[in-house]
């Protein structure tokens, strides 16, 4: 006897996406988040493109803080490189953003609880048949036909699962990040600083948005992280570059720039978004290849329940149908990280010179890229591939 055809633990972008996609499927569906509100705390610079949001639905004005039509970037010395964006971008009002997902996924149908901490599974003859988890305070256990873990980079779910989802210090950052008010930028670019004084093995960004306000954060590489405090990086870059800014709140966590997981189901059980590792390695974003990866669980639950088989064998065309979608790019992208994280930051001063030597109308991403090969050459395949989608 179980209470629900699908549990979804985690209410972000992913598991909001796996949930309706179930529910539209006709499946009885629950999303239980620990904490108290959808969508906050936010721990995301919140930047998504325009391209990947409208393969889902039509962005709405209210998600949007300040729409992005330029990127510069700066090197160690500070050389600016400024170049168009190669498609238009957003920085969202993630609260709310997420919240439109959640509530999309109730009008499908999906239950949704709040404050619902999971803290244990019932396995079963090695099959996940529900979760144990804490409301209020109160213990309480709900039975399914199968379980999707979106539990985000903490993943505890797949761990309690027996899916191994340790990460190497080298493929997580520390994150730290901010939102400022009273700061004069411009609200139509993105900014990135990038080289050792900035962000050590990592990158610093600066987001608006929107009413003279601000998201900036940075990643320090894992490797990295017991000689550099985030903390101490983006106040010491406040201080120096916007004295005048005030902090409206700040948030930490790891961000995961891996390969997605080896193994990413488990008997009765699917992980997906950052639980899974499908975080972008090289930009750190992952709200996009959350809902992508998102709504394929959701599908691939609702066919391997009416085949009556959710093994692991039943639930294979999850992972294949992620490595066709973005998973076969996502491991071009991780070993192009590995790349730009060998460059030193002399080299990254090269590149900026002679990018600051081609017209503006020229900069692309791929120019970049291909820029930045001439330092590292063994980057010029994956780059191609990435681009190419092979």
Known sequence: MT???VIVVGGGPAGSMAAHAAASKGLKTIMLEKDRDIG?????GEAVSDEGLRQFMEPRPEWIAATISKIRMRSPNNTEIDFRSPGSGYILHRRIFD????????QAGVEIQTRAY???LIIEDDVVCGVHYQYMGEPRSLRAKLVIAADGVESRVGRMAGIRSAIKLRDIESGYQVTVGNIDIDQEMIDFYVGSNWAPGGYLWVFPKGDRMANIGLGVNGTLSKDYNSHDLIHNFL???YPQATVLTS????VPIAQTLKRITGNGIMLTG???RMVN???GGGIVSGMHAGKIAGEVSAEALAAGDVSIKGLEEYPKRWRKAGGKNHEALHRISETIYDISDEQLDRIALRLSKTKEQDRTLLKIFTTVAREKPRILLDVTRAFAGL
């Open 99 to 106: 919240y439109a997902l959640a509530n999309r996924a109730s």
């Open 281 to 283: 390695p090289v930009s």
């Open 239 to 241: 201080k120096e570059q």
């Open 3 to 5: 209470d629900y055809d």
């Open 251 to 254: 948030v930490c966590g790891g």
């Open 118 to 120: 999971v803290d244990g």
């Open 274 to 276: 950052d639980a899974a």
């Open 40 to 44: 906050y705390p936010v721990r995301c």
